[in-house]
DNA sequence: TGCATCATGTAATCAGTTACATGATTTT
DNA sequence: AAAATCATGTAACTGATTACATGATGCA
């Protein structure tokens, strides 16, 4: 279960409320793992019960309050623990090849539109990153000599740059074999 | 939910019992789509009471009778509609960023074994990935003009291709990374 | 004799998604 | 007046993993 530890990373980084936490999965640790509010908020509830985290009622003027969220020295030592333990490299899950190669049995010209979509989408991504980049790490106002954290959090982000990157080339590929095949017959 | 679909294509490509499925989860479907065994009957089970699926025994000499399944005329029309309907570009979880972030928790550098761990499981993968494209696609037994869903098959492996070596070229960086970070401090 | 392969399943649990629900403030 | 943002949650359901369970055949 890695989203108790993405929380627990996040919230090292920054303490924050739950809903603080689902904008920034939706953000930066968003780029390599996902939540919504409601799954954050469920595992917020058992955290703080488990005593791995600690909550502060933060009164707040023109705002709801908000109960911030910050790590508890059991969070910190399941953190380190989990840290040290060996993780199987990912299983991957895409919907997209499942789609690619079921259109052999269906009408491949019909599934330009969608990776076209995709192809979109994963433009409009890398677009972001490479924003993201430049102002924290590579623009005028990032530090010349980072701290490890810092160049950990841009070596992850270079690796979802990379992967932005390949999956355009390949979608480029896909393109390029769906209008070959249709060419074709 | 896309095991269904996956099912239905594997299924359409060859029929087959839920062992042999499971097989091919280890092999090519799994290199974008992984499924147990466990949750192949389940599932296998569930597509023959909608109608979606055919079953028919089939006794064999040494070795326990098996249920082989097919594609009913109910799962091309779902797999058909399902062709048909956009899907989201999938979300990224990658355990591994999520370690690697959180090392500026802890020690850096007692990720440099784990990481080379994954980078040893990467290379394996992309060895056998290429071994199935000399074999199935570019070698001297395959064929000089494939047809369509020979051309899909090639492409998701591809996908799969630059996938392994993005994400090898990316451990590298990770490993300068954390290498740097080590003999800085 | 013991291990690997073929073959199929159940049960319990955990993780993740979707739908529903509320209510204040701020911006257009 | 309506829409967006801030803020927190419950309930139901679906999907996925882990553990347990059985039994035959074939090979070393």
Do not use: C
């Amino acid at each position: 279960m890695a989203l108790e530890h993405a929380i627990l990373v996040s919230l090292l980084e920054k303490p924050g409320s739950g809903y603080e936490l689902a904008r920034r999965f939706e953000r930066s640790i968003g780029y390599f793992w996902t939540a919504t509010h409601q799954q954050i908020y469920r595992v917020l509830k058992r955290m703080e019960a488990d005593g791995r985290l600690d909550v502060r009622e933060v009164p707040q003027q023109g705002r709801p309050d908000k109960k911030e969220y910050s790590v508890a020295a059991l969070g910190r030592t399941a953190l380190s623990q989990w840290l040290h333990e060996p993780i199987e490299p990912e299983s991957v899950r895409h919907d997209l090849a499942v789609k690619i190669r079921g259109a052999a049995f269906d009408d491949p010209a019909a599934l330009i539109r969608e990776v076209e979509r995709h192809h979109r989408a994963h433009t409009d991504r890398l677009a972001h990153y490479l924003a993201g980049e430049l102002r924290d790490f590579t623009g005028a106002g990032a530090p010349a000599t980072p701290d490890a954290g810092r160049e950990l959090q841009h070596v992850v982000l270079r690796g979802g740059i990379a992967y932005e990157r390949m999956t355009l080339a390949w979608l480029d590929d896909v393109l390029a074999t769906l209008h070959r095949i249709r060419s074709e017959r």
